[in-house]
Structure formats: C-alpha cells, structure tokens
C-alpha cells in the first residue's frame, strides 16, 4: 500500500524557518496537499498542488517536490503556528492517504 | 462558502452500523465542481481518509475499510451520508465530512464528530 512518511516532530524558535518532509515511498507521485490542525479544531489546507498557496493563508507558508520528497516551509515561524502538520496524496488508483502528522513545536 | 455539518449518533454498540450524515450549506451538492467525503481521526492519533464520492456517482473506499463502507449522497436534502458496519472499539473517532475539489485536496471541512463504539 501506498504510504507517506512524515518526522513526528519539528521544533524551532520564533523567527526562525521551519521545514516539514513528507517522503513517499513510490513513484509516481501524485499532487501533495498539507493540512495544519490546532488543537480541538478541523485542518485546515495550506497548500495544494505541492505549491500552491490557498486564499487567506499567509506568504510564510510555501511548498515544494523533489522526487518523491514534498516539504512544507514556514518561514518566520509565529507562535500561532504551533500545530500538527499532515500531508496527503494519492495512489495511482484514486485512493487517499495522509502522512502521520508532524507536530510543529516553537520553541 | 461551503459549510458542512456531521449528525448522528455519538454513540454505537459494537457490530452495529455507523451512520452519519453531513448537511451543505452555501452550495448545492450536484455542482460538478466538487467531490465528498468522509475523513476520520482517533483520539490522539492521525487522519485517516474514510472516502470520497464523485459528481458521477463513483464511489473510492479506503482498502482497509471498504468491505464495511457505504458512501451515498441525497440531492433532494443536499447532504452526504456515511455507513460503516460491523463497528468496533477501533473505529472510535472523530469524523468529518469534507469537500475536495480536483486539484485542490479537501477545502472545506465539518467540524467533526465524535463517535464512540461501546457497549
């Protein structure tokens, strides 16, 4: 089965850049989205087609690929971003699959 | 703006079947632009996506799932509903019913339920 592999966590200081993989572990990739999901809420879509930006989400949310490597970069990382991250993909059938989630930790 | 909302039974006795309904507001649920469907996460744990069904009509199933899943729409009420059987103390879970668009991954979200599985 098609499976996603995220760091269970990320910690970084205020300020600073923080970066969260998502490998997957066949080719080929399809699109990737990231979600971030505070405590006791719904994620919310940060990015979709590994890049792009959705509408009201700020410009220190960024995405990129490479191979079978996506990352999510925050850069100047606020307080307010403390959450877990997951990224999703699909398989060649049209099956969905989410990584195990990265919980972004600010120092 | 779509907005979702999860009903149903916040409790079920084990082997019994799980039934959820998501109601859409601010949009019709035959518009082509969109697909439906469920995502789940047990207490302190990940996502999990349940499935997805298509302006179509197709229905995708988790493999894990899919001999117990049933995704269906109702046009006439615009709402999209959830069947899972034979339910155990794993299937415990916060449920949402979510919308995609192609390309895009899943924009818009309920707020979730949760479902617990005990006798």
């Known amino acids: 089965s098609y499976e996603l592999t995220q760091p269970p966590s990320v910690s970084v200081s205020p300020g600073q850049t923080a970066r969260i993989t998502c490998s997957a572990d066949a080719l080929p990739k399809q699109y990737a989205y990231w979600y971030q999901q505070k405590p006791g809420q719904a994620p919310v879509l940060v990015i979709y087609k590994d890049s792009e930006r959705p509408s009201g989400i700020p410009e220190r949310f960024s995405g990129s690929s490479s191979g079978t490597t996506v990352t999510l970069t925050i850069s100047g990382v606020q307080a307010e971003d403390e959450a877990d991250y997951y990224c999703?993909?699909?398989?060649?059938?049209?099956?969905?699959?989410f990584g195990g989630g990265t919980k972004l930790t600010v120092l | 703006q779509l907005q979702l909302q999860e009903s149903g039974p916040g409790l079920v006795k084990p082997s019994e079947t799980l039934s959820l309904t998501c109601t859409v507001s601010g949009g019709s649920i035959s518009s082509s632009s969109y697909y439906w469907g469920w995502i789940r996460q047990p207490p302190g744990k990940g996502l999990e996506w349940i499935g997805s069904i298509y302006y179509s009509g197709s229905t995708y199933y988790n493999p894990s799932l899919k001999s117990r899943v049933t995704i269906s729409v109702d046009t006439s009420k615009n709402q999209f509903s959830l069947k899972l059987s034979s339910v155990t103390a794993a299937d415990t879970a916060v449920y949402y019913c979510?919308?995609?668009?192609?390309?895009?991954?899943?924009?818009?979200w309920g707020q979730g339920t949760l479902v617990t599985v005990s006798s």
């Open positions: 979510v919308v995609g668009a192609t390309a895009v991954g899943f924009c818009y």
């Open positions: 999703q993909s699909a398989d060649s059938s049209g099956t969905w699959v």
